[in-house]
């Protein structure tokens, strides 16, 4: 599905990644971890579109096409989806009347018909029950006032609405306590499928005590210096990442 | 007005022979001067031309001269933060005849491609494309016919809507009662030279404890065209009576006269109510701001009896300079004034635009909610005052004034004035300036949104709270014209 050879990028001049590699097919769940400053966060930005990182050597292959060429909104409806680090807000823009512009915007680019007003509606509502929002956070502007645990709550509704292909948490579950890490980590094994591939970047090893990944990968100095099964996330508890970034360097 | 004549004389059941040898009849008994375009020019014969064409009385004619004479003693004012070249009276025609059906387009081929996808983009019918485009039809009858249903359905009720010209013929004693009893001509320069050259407009009356049946829409009014100039609009609500009214159309307007310059004046009698909502979106001109119209406005209300209300809704987003100040005077104890706008401003655009709120009664309350939104390289300025006089016992102003920025060449000035004279007042004053940040239009793209439908959510989120002082069908559209507006603003 997705297939990532020997990328580099900069942000205004400065490498940030430095020939990373990386593939992962359908159904899988990756998870990245590594010091801050290794490049985690540049990984999702590059994967979604955002502009600013240029893609100076290398290539992002997904689904056999060229994703560097495509625009955000072109990712995004072709599966593409990230949920941020850090949501902002849009005041005024109603939860609802984003979320199904968004859920429509990629139903047209599939060829379907637009949602109908009541059906969304219920399935709105069915879905923040299961992400443990309150159903008037769906007439809020969109994450307007809302605490960092809620705005992680609602990128998970997002996520959950918008059923992607490819799905990138870029900390997810930074500042989250532990009911809601283990609700976003529910969110998330109920996305996971034979279709799909989930990318987890996370600092902490507890996450994935929840979600079990299919493959761990640490990134330091911009590329990944150890990749290994779910293990290596305890074995990093354990021991921080000096010594794989030592040995690397 | 010819129409208007026609429509009743065929109620009287007269052949279009008899109409046709009366408009003969009436134009030669106006005037003895045969053309019907003036050159261009201003002076007191031209004044008098205007008034005679109209066969207005005498004391129209004595009033409009004495705006003249005023007029020629103000200048130009220089305070609003708008820039543009000294505009020369005298290279303005004050008066045309409609331009006819031989100088029109045929038929849509003919009018400009641009502003056919605008209009389709608005789903606006295609009937009423013609009309708004000016294109010659032969389908007048249907207008009229319809206008005719609307006009009596009014009438039941007892409301009069017709235009000033008509209003002057049929009520006199009621246009000079109140014209200019609430913007006099002294008031300013583009009211003066409103009062010494108003081509038509709208006249509205409601008898005391009418709510008026239906929304009024200028769109309904025949007689509508070529009024835009110097137009003047006259409302006056009886006691107890309650009255919408829509001006404008989100529709562009071209209009082949740079100069606007209209005054609007509203009287709300003891526990009346007026609202008064106007969508503006004529020509703003090119990407460097040539051939926009110059758009300055005196609007205003006077809340006369106790617990009346008015309330002024804008969706300003057309004109190349748009200076305007709906504002009310809050007269009548306990009486309300709200003032809802939204401004974009694009490309060159200019908008300075606020509103007044003079509180003189006791318990006056005033709400002003600004939106002003700016783009590319536009100027948008909010100018407004609050003033409590000393006989304003427990008035109460709320203010919000909120500026949303797109792109970073385009400025936003907030120019609030309180004036606050009596110490049991509350005033209250918010203001924002935010920028539309890529961070938010970058999550919209990311969720699929493609930017300029990002921008146009982000927007008009931004504006819900005006929006929803509009009529529904308005809002709808408003909420359109504004993603239309902002086409190009991004990137």
């Known amino acids: 599905m997705l297939k990532i050879s020997n990328l580099h990028v900069t942000i205004a001049g400065e490498t940030i990644l430095n020939g990373l590699d990386l593939e992962i097919a359908a159904g899988e769940v990756h998870a990245i971890m590594g010091p801050n400053g290794s490049g985690k966060s540049t990984l999702a930005a590059v994967l979604s579109g955002r502009e600013g990182y240029e893609v100076t050597e290398g290539s992002i292959e997904y689904f056999g096409e060229d994703l560097t060429a495509l625009e955000p909104e072109e990712r995004a409806w072709r599966g593409v989806f990230l949920a941020f680090q850090y949501p902002v807000e849009i005041p005024g823009v109603t939860n609802m009347e984003f979320l199904r512009a968004s859920v429509d915007a ?27 929002l309150d159903t008037d956070f769906l007439k809020r502007g969109v994450n307007e006032g809302f605490s960092g645990g809620e705005k992680k709550r609602n990128e998970l509704l997002q996520m959950l609405l918008l059923e992607p292909k490819l ?3 870029d900390e997810t579950d930074s500042g989250l306590d532990i009911d809601a890490l283990g609700v976003v980590a529910d969110g998330v094994n109920t996305l996971r499928s034979a279709e799909r591939a989930i990318i987890l970047i996370t600092h902490y090893q507890r996450l994935l005590n929840h979600i079990v990944p299919d493959r761990v990968h640490v990134l330091s100095g911009g590329r990944i210096i150890r990749s290994g099964g779910k293990e290596l996330a305890l074995e990093l508890e354990e021991k921080g990442y ?6 690397a360097a | 007005m010819s129409e208007t004549a026609n429509q009743k004389r065929d109620v009287d059941g007269d052949t279009a022979i008899d109409r046709h040898l009366e408009r003969e009849y009436e134009a030669g008994w106006v005037t003895d001067i045969e053309s019907d375009t003036l050159p261009p020019g201003l002076d007191e014969d031209v004044v008098r031309f205007i008034s005679a064409k109209k066969n207005e009385p005498e004391w129209m004619t004595e009033w409009r001269l004495e705006a003249y004479r005023h007029w020629l003693t103000m200048d130009h004012p220089k305070w609003a933060h708008v820039h543009y070249p000294k505009i020369d009276f005298n290279s303005i025609s004050y ?25 389709e983009k608005l789903g606006i019918p295609l009937h009423e494309q013609e009309m708004l ?26 409301v009069i809507f017709c235009s000033i010209s008509e209003a002057l013929q049929d009520y006199p004693e009621l246009v000079r009662k109140y014209m200019g009893s609430i913007v006099p001509y002294r008031d300013n320069y583009f009211a003066a030279l409103n009062s010494a050259v108003f081509s038509d407009g709208s006249f509205v009356y409601i008898p005391e404890g009418v709510r008026c049946p239906m929304e009024l829409s200028t769109y309904f009014r025949i007689n509508a065209e070529n009024t835009g100039q110097f137009e003047r609009t006259l409302i006056i609500a009886e006691e107890g009576s309650h009255v919408s009214y829509l001006e404008g159309c989100t529709a562009p307007q071209r209009d082949e006269n740079q100069l606007h310059a209209a005054v609007v004046e509203l009287v709300a009698h003891k526990n009346a109510k007026i609202k008064y909502s106007t969508v503006q979106n004529w020509y703003p001109g090119d990407s460097e701001g040539r051939g926009g119209i110059y758009n300055f406005v005196t609007k205003r209300g006077l809340c006369a009896g106790e617990r009346s209300h008015i309330s002024w809704t804008q969706v300003e987003t057309g004109s190349a300079i748009t200076w305007k100040y709906p504002s009310v005077i809050l007269r009548g104890d306990d009486s309300v004034g709200e003032f809802y706008s939204v401004a974009l401003a694009r490309g060159r655009q200019q908008a300075d635009t606020g509103t007044k709120m003079i509180h003189l009664g006791k318990n006056t309350r005033s709400t002003i909610i600004s939106k002003g939104i700016s783009a590319v390289r536009a100027e948008n300025s909010y100018r407004g005052l609050v003033r409590i006089s000393p006989s304003a016992d427990g008035a109460r102003n709320f203010t919000q ?9 385009c400025g936003a000035h907030t120019f609030p004035y309180i004036e606050s004279r009596n110490p049991t007042a509350t005033v209250e004053h918010e203001a924002t300036t935010s920028k539309v940040s890529d ?13 300029e439908k990002a921008v146009s959510m982000i927007v008009n989120g931004f504006c819900k709270d005006v929006f929803r002082e509009l009529p529904m ?12 507006s902002l086409e190009g603003a991004v990137g």
């Open chain 2, 439 to 451: 961070d938010q239009l970058f999550l919209c793209r990311q969720r699929g949104l493609d930017p």
């Open chain 2, 95 to 119: 008066f045309s005849a409609p331009r006819s059906q031989e100088d029109r387009p045929k038929s849509l081929d003919e009018v400009d491609p641009e502003l056919l996808r605008t209009y």
């Open chain 2, 401 to 409: 004034c909120d500026s949303l920025l797109i792109g970073d060449r």
């Open chain 1, 167 to 169: 799905a990138v948490l």
């Open chain 2, 133 to 158: 485009a000016g294109v010659a039809v032969d389908a007048v009858f249907d207008s009229v016919s319809v206008a005719t249903t609307f006009r009596s359905k009014l009438a039941e009720s007892g």
């Open chain 1, 106 to 132: 990629l139903r047209a680019h599939r060829g379907e018909a637009a949602t109908s007003a009541v059906d969304f509606m219920k399935l709105a509502r069915a879905t923040c029950k299961q992400v443990g």
């Open chain 1, 242 to 247: 000096g010594w794989l970034t030592e040995a």
């Open chain 2, 473 to 484: 069908e308005f809002a709808v559209e408003a909420g359109k014209l504004l993603e239309i």
